[in-house]
């Protein structure tokens, strides 16, 4: 069962424009969750995180959403430049016992930003 | 550079063959995680480890995986008699205990299994 759902493998945006990345999850004991960057032949590097008591946080260029009544997190990347390039994983983490930390992972979007 | 390192970056064994990761987490974190990739899927959680309990394991772990961690330091992954659909980027991630620190994973180890 996937838990954490990314629906579009892949998106196009021109230099300088908005890219906005979605993530749906079905499991309502998330409560943190974490957009990860991934190039090629490397680890995923983190981006940014939100936990479940808020609904926006905002770091430079990055901004993540997140709307608990429809389970979805949106990542925003204004201006998108083409450096921004790369697989981006939508990740959350449930409460509770020894589980803290243990991400599950969507499927990833693939970003591409046009000069 | 602190970072997490693991080795080696590339692996190639022949079917049936045992393999053996490498992860050096960064120095301050007790938490240590594996995970799987495939092509087009993001990683799969396998195993954590908190200092040197393994306190969870994936039932995508089969009998032929193990994991050590001692003394809360590195970890190596072994796979016994692999297979090729043991074919993946294997990933390491070492974290802070706590809510709502981040993972921060290394390079990752492709395994190749002909």
């Known amino acids: 069962d996937q838990q954490v759902k990314q629906n579009s493998p892949s998106l196009s945006v021109q230099e300088g424009r908005i890219s906005i990345l979605n993530c749906d999850y079905t499991n309502s004991m998330f409560d943190y969750f974490l957009w990860y960057k991934k190039y090629p032949a490397e680890g995923p590097t983190f981006l940014i995180s939100i936990s479940s008591i808020k609904d926006k946080n905002e770091d430079g260029r990055f901004t993540v959403f997140l709307n608990k009544s429809a389970k979805h997190l949106s990542l925003h990347i204004v201006p998108s430049q083409p450096g921004d390039s790369a697989v981006y994983f939508c990740a959350a983490s449930a409460v509770g016992g020894t589980s803290y930390g243990k991400l599950t992972f969507g499927q990833g979007t693939i970003l591409t930003v046009h000069p | 550079d602190t970072g997490v390192s693991q080795n080696p970056r590339h692996k190639i064994t022949k079917r049936g063959q045992n393999v053996t990761f490498r992860c050096d987490p960064i120095s301050e974190h007790n938490r240590l995680y594996w995970y799987r990739q495939t092509l087009g899927q993001g990683p799969e959680f396998l195993t954590y480890?908190?200092?040197?309990?393994?306190?969870?394991k994936s039932r995508l772990l089969s009998d032929r995986f193990s994991a050590e961690r001692p003394k809360g330091s590195f970890s190596t992954l072994e796979i016994q008699r692999t297979e090729q659909g043991d074919s993946a980027m294997y990933l390491c991630a070492s974290s802070y205990q706590g809510r709502g620190t981040e993972a921060f994973f290394g390079q990752g180890t492709r395994l190749t299994v002909v």
């Open positions: 480890f908190q200092n040197e309990a393994q306190l969870e």
